[in-house]
Nanobody, 124 residues
Framework: VQLVESGGGLVQPGGSLRLSCAAS????????ISWIRQAPGKEREVISC????????YYADSMKGRFTISRDTANNIVYLQMDSLKPEDTAVYYCASTYLGISACALSGVYDAWGQGIQVTVSS
């Protein structure tokens, strides 16, 4: 499995960014792709997940409202739209995949493939 993130960078507080995750190499038809972030000195935090088959989604409670996950099934790209960004959203953002069900996706330990990570910095 290969996961390649793009779209990060520097944004002012209150701004928006859209991250992309190009995914390939899956051996099963069902899988879950998630966005996970890690801020300096903090643990990894699962933001949102989406299934490959029916597009079912999961959001961590603290991420609901400002983050939106979506997918382009034709090109196998998963997006994370981030709005009303705050300085505390500064982190390295990863996409990751698992063949386990979406009910397990909140656990950062279930993922067996990770992208290289991309920096998002929210600062004026």
């Amino acid at each position: 499995v290969q996961l390649v993130e793009s779209g990060g960078g520097l944004v002012q507080p209150g701004g928006s960014l859209r991250l992309s995750c190009a995914a390939s190499g899956f051996t099963l038809g069902y899988y879950v792709i998630s966005w996970i972030r890690q801020a300096p000195g903090k643990e990894r935090e699962v933001i949102s997940c989406i299934t490959s088959t029916d597009g079912k989604t999961y959001y961590a409670d603290s991420m609901k409202g400002r983050f939106t996950i979506s997918r382009d099934t034709a090109n196998n790209i998963v997006y994370l739209q981030m709005d009303s960004l705050k300085p505390e959203d500064t982190a390295v953002y990863y996409c990751a995949s698992t063949y386990l069900g979406i009910s397990a996706c909140a656990l950062s330990g279930v993922y067996d493939a990770w992208g290289q990570g991309i920096q998002v910095t929210v600062s004026s």
